[in-house]
């Protein structure tokens, strides 16, 4: 024996199969563009950067104080550069016990010199005196 059944549907809730124009077809293939900011997305991405910034100058920045007290100035005495000497000999001369390369830095410092090769014959320089 066979059957048969016999159903009933809507033929309004069935949708029409869906045709491809040809200008749906050009906007699909169409490059996309760059993200674009509105005035509060502007104004979020700049405070975050000035945000960042500020942090990075405080994590960074110079430590110094600045007090009402006077300091103690270091006892220096004056040497005159002779031919031959170098920065290295006047350190360990003034801080034998020492360690000499602090002691070098030290006086590199203490003269605002560049580097420790900006000696110069004649002139005098101020050195820290040990104890």
Request: charged content about 15%.
């Given at each position: 024996?066979?059957?048969m059944?016999i159903?009933?549907?809507?033929?309004?809730?069935?949708?029409?199969?869906?045709?491809?124009?040809?200008?749906?077809?050009?906007?699909?293939?169409?490059?996309?563009?760059?993200?674009?900011?509105?005035?509060?997305?502007?104004?979020?991405?700049?405070?975050?950067?000035?945000?960042?910034?500020?942090?990075?100058?405080?994590?960074?920045?110079?430590?110094?104080?600045?007090?009402?007290?006077?300091?103690?100035?270091?006892?220096?005495?004056?040497?005159?550069?002779?031919?031959?000497?170098?920065?290295?000999?006047?350190?360990?001369?003034?801080?034998p016990?020492?360690d000499?390369?602090?002691?070098?830095d030290?006086?590199?410092?203490l003269?605002?010199?560049?580097s420790?090769?900006?000696?110069?014959?004649g002139?005098e320089?101020?050195?820290?005196?040990?104890?």
């Amino acid at each position: 024996m066979s059957t048969m059944t016999i159903s009933q549907f809507d033929a309004r809730s069935m949708r029409p199969a869906r045709t491809v124009t040809a200008q749906a077809q050009a906007q699909a293939q169409r490059p996309t563009t760059a993200v674009r900011l509105t005035r509060r997305g502007k104004a979020v991405v700049l405070s975050a950067a000035v945000a960042a910034i500020a942090v990075f100058a405080v994590m960074f920045g110079p430590s110094s104080t600045a007090t009402d007290e006077a300091g103690t100035p270091a006892e220096t005495t004056m040497v005159r550069i002779l031919p031959g000497h170098t920065l290295w000999e006047i350190a360990g001369e003034a801080n034998p016990n020492g360690d000499i390369r602090k002691t070098v830095d030290e006086i590199i410092k203490l003269n605002s010199m560049p580097s420790a090769s900006a000696l110069q014959v004649g002139t005098e320089i101020a050195v820290p005196v040990y104890s």
